[in-house]
């Protein structure tokens, strides 16, 4: 067999801003499909950071291994698997609260430094997890193997991996950093989302990149293989405010004052937040039911959103037993972009136009860091 023992003092971080972003898919039915590394953890001695996005294919039950660095002194000491049951950075499991979702993309940030002697666990940029480590722990660089893709039995550049553990699913952005980051951080890498170029800000610090582990020169054994990631045509500068994490919206929420969506352009995307949309993936179904509801909108152009012509929709959309639910859907139309203002042509066409934006954000799925970031970077003074 063999392997690449790459030259981790010098991360090979790519400086293209391209749309085609990549993840690795990872079969996960036997032992067989891995990346192993020989690596020269030294500058992770006293700090680190291990950051990445992942979407597991198995259900709970299974605890497939993503990332596992073993040495000839301790079993665990960087090992994360696909359901978070395993957390471990340092030293010792760090319990947290957290069980992700099948088929579903989500952000996990392990951090630690010997000074703080804290070692945190972030799911979608949110601390759901930490633990103390004994003052006098570091990080062990010595006599390590580090693989991805399956738990190793051997400190050993040897292929010896537990056959209950494979990982099967898709990861990207995986980078081993020599620093712990701070929550704010890991909070902006999660909101400036999966597509985003937010690592090259902190290329300095990174030790291991993804960019090097994507690269060729790395061994790819099995059916470990690149994919492309479903990304839009444009990219930003990281989202600086903190998505907050409320919830789907509600007709009574609206009327009784929240402010999440309070003025202007921010009201236009305040849709997304009812139950029909809020923690739905984007696709053909959601983007035409929006089109279907601005559609139904438009046939009242000249009239004003008052309450007798939100009563009218419901009967005419509503079966003639419904329920909240159904109400629900139309309570978009309580937000102040809608408010008793007059429905216009330009309003119709401003609502088709967000419609066309959000379509690019196709399989991602609709939370408080999409509508955050929809808020920030697509409302303008003239939109």
């Known amino acids: 067999m063999i392997v690449f023992k ?30 192993m590394i020989d690596p020269d953890m030294s500058p992770l001695e006293e700090a680190a950071s291990v950051c990445m996005w992942i979407k ?8 497939g291994t993503i990332i596992h660095y073993r040495t000839a002194r301790l079993p665990d000491v960087i090992t994360i698997s696909d359901n978070l049951r395993m957390a471990v950075l340092v030293y010792g499991h760090t319990s947290n609260r957290v069980r992700p979702a099948k088929s579903e993309w989500y952000h996990v940030c392990l951090t630690w430094s010997h000074d703080t002697q804290r070692v945190v ?31 190793h039995r051997t400190s050993l550049m040897q292929a010896y991996f537990s056959p209950r553990h494979p990982f099967k ?22 909101i400036s989302g999966i597509c985003s170029d937010y690592e090259n800000s902190l290329q300095d610090d990174i030790h291991l990149s993804w960019e090097t582990l994507l690269s060729d020169e790395t061994e790819k054994h099995g059916n470990v293989r690149p994919i492309d990631l479903s990304c ?5 500068e990281p989202t600086k405010e903190r998505a907050t994490r409320a919830g789907p919206t509600t007709k009574k929420s609206i009327v009784e004052g929240s402010t999440e969506e309070s ?13 029909d949309f809020y923690n739905k993936k984007v696709d053909t179904g ?19 959103i008052t309450d007798d012509l939100k009563a009218l929709l419901l009967i005419q959309h ?6 909240d639910n159904c109400e629900q859907d139309w309570a978009f139309l309580y937000t102040p972009f809608f408010q008793n203002q007059k429905v216009t042509a330009d309003m119709i066409k401003e609502m088709r136009r967000k419609w066309k934006l959000l379509a690019e954000f196709s399989d991602h799925v609709i939370d408080d860091a999409l509508i955050a970031h929809l808020k920030k970077h697509h409302c303008t003074t003239e939109s």
């Open 169 to 190: 699913g898709e990861i990207t952005k995986l980078n081993i950093l020599k620093r712990e980051l701070s929550a704010k951080e890991v909070d902006e890498m999660f």
């Open 318 to 323: 509503c079966d003639t037993d419904y329920s």
């Open 6 to 35: 790459l030259p981790l003092l010098i991360s090979l971080i790519s400086t293209v801003q391209s749309h085609s972003k990549q993840a690795l898919k990872f079969h996960g039915y036997d032992t067989s499909s891995y990346i």
């Open 232 to 236: 839009p045509d444009h990219t930003h």
């Open 286 to 304: 959601v983007i035409q039911d929006l089109e279907n509801k601005t559609h139904s909108l438009e046939v009242f152009i000249g009239y004003e």
């Open 56 to 63: 597991k294919l198995t259900y709970d039950h299974h605890t």
């Open 121 to 151: 666990v972030y799911h979608n940029g949110v601390e759901t997890g930490s633990k103390t480590i004994p003052g006098d722990w570091k990080f062990i660089v010595k006599d390590g193997s580090l693989v991805l893709g399956q738990y």
């Open 263 to 275: 003025t202007g352009c921010a009201d236009r995307w305040a849709i997304l937040r009812l139950p």
